[in-house]
């Protein structure tokens, strides 16, 4: 959760580097809060394709742009540009790509900073 939070709280940096645990995590809760408020509204009944939800619709408008910015973020962790987003415009294969460099482990240090994984303190171990 607290990986989550941390996406919230950084909604406009576009600056900076995200580790894949970062960015997986935001997707992992923002699914589920998503499917928790579409069976909220549709009683816990699985909804029609056709049918509109409301809730899980306002919802992922309200973190549309965190997540813009941690996906940039890790792309930058990745030593891309921000501008690679757009490639999933190309039906199928944007997609595919995408997902490959999101999957990606982090790159040394790049012109987007340092890397994430590196300990500051010069300890070795879990970052938190």
Same mark, same amino acid.
């Given at each position: ?6 996406? =919230? ?9 995200? *580790? ?13 809060? &998503?499917?928790?408020? $579409?069976?909220?509204?549709?009683g ?5 394709? #056709?049918?509109? $939800?409301?809730? %899980? ?5 309200? @973190?549309?742009?965190? &997540?813009?910015a941690?996906? @940039?973020? *890790? =792309?930058h #962790?990745t030593? *891309? ?5 757009? /490639?999933?415009?190309? %039906?199928?294969?944007?997609?595919? @790509? ?6 990606l #482990?982090?790159?040394a ?11 500051? #303190?010069?300890?070795?171990?879990? /970052?938190?």
């Open positions: 959760m607290n990986w989550y939070l941390k996406v =919230l709280r950084n909604y406009v940096n576009f600056s900076g580097r995200a *580790r894949r645990r970062e960015y997986w995590m935001f997707v992992l809760i923002s699914m589920l809060i &998503g499917m928790a408020l $579409t069976l909220v509204e549709t816990g009944k699985i909804p029609d394709p #056709d049918q509109y $939800t409301v809730l %899980p619709s306002l919802y992922y408008l309200a @973190v549309f742009l965190p &997540g813009l941690v996906a @940039v973020r *890790r =792309l #962790d030593g *891309r540009s921000g501008w690679w987003l757009l /490639i999933g415009i190309i %039906p199928f294969l944007g997609s595919v @790509v995408l997902l490959v460099f999101m999957c #482990d982090s790159a240090e790049n012109k987007y900073g340092p890397n994430p994984k590196t300990p500051v #303190d010069g300890h070795a171990g879990v /970052i938190s």
